[in-house]
């Protein structure tokens, strides 16, 4: 079955602690990226990769790292996560412009 | 960056009615992709639809790219359709936009 994988699917940790969300497709799409929604502000990119080894900032990358070393795999990496990073987090392929989501993370930084 | 507004923000029907929801954005387009977020959260592919009109049962949608709009129909509304409706647009750099939603209740 073709699909996005996001895991932890929910998790709470404290500031400061680094954590790193995982995500990966194996539809082969070169295009993987990252999303922030939070209230009243909709979906906001953070990263995105255009293909292995080439990262992008999107609106969003202040407090966030990514790397993308397989084409299946697209981390997200919070190196000391702080309280307004308490989010629900997308990881989503894309192949042509057309975009598949994974299940989202909610994340809350306390 | 590129502006993608929805209207409306909010929606409530009555099970069984129609609807339509407008996506406009305020600079031309690579494509575009329609969504519905369920309750829990998920993003369920719609439509994607750079141009020209598609239909898949009760739901189809419209892209005028000129004109830079998008229109999402629902027909026969059942409960099951309650969410928030995004379109997400491609824009040029290889960035993906939001629209800002349409909150759609439909009341059995």
């Known amino acids: 079955e073709a699909q996005v994988t996001q895991n932890p699917r929910y998790l709470i940790t404290v500031t400061g602690k680094k954590l790193t969300v995982t995500c990966s497709q194996n539809m082969n799409h070169e295009y993987m990226s990252w999303y922030r929604q939070d209230p009243g502000l909709g979906l906001r990119q953070i990263y995105y990769?255009?293909?292995?080894?080439?990262?992008d900032k999107g609106d969003v990358p202040e407090g966030y790292k990514v790397s993308r070393k397989e084409k299946r795999n697209f981390p997200l990496i919070l190196e000391s996560p702080s309280p307004n990073q308490t989010s629900l987090y997308f990881c989503a392929s894309s192949e042509g412009g057309e975009q598949f989501f994974g299940p989202g993370t909610r994340l809350t930084v306390l | 960056g590129i502006q993608v507004e929805q209207s409306p923000p909010d929606l409530i029907l009555q099970e069984g009615a129609n609807s339509t929801l407008r996506c406009n954005f305020s600079?031309?387009?690579?494509?575009l992709q329609w969504f519905h977020q369920n309750p829990w959260g998920q993003l369920i592919n719609l439509f994607y639809?750079?141009?020209g009109t598609k239909q898949n049962g009760r739901l189809s949608a419209t892209t005028v790219a000129t004109e830079r709009y998008s229109l999402l129909y629902i027909s026969s509304s059942q409960t099951t359709d309650s969410g928030v409706y995004f379109c997400?647009?491609?824009?040029?750099?290889?960035?993906?936009?939001f629209g800002t939603g349409t909150s759609l209740t439909v009341i059995p």
């Open positions: 997400a647009v491609w824009y040029v750099g290889n960035q993906f936009y």
């Open positions: 639809i750079p141009s």
């Open positions: 600079d031309s387009v690579n494509n």
């Open positions: 990769s255009m293909n292995v080894e080439v990262t």
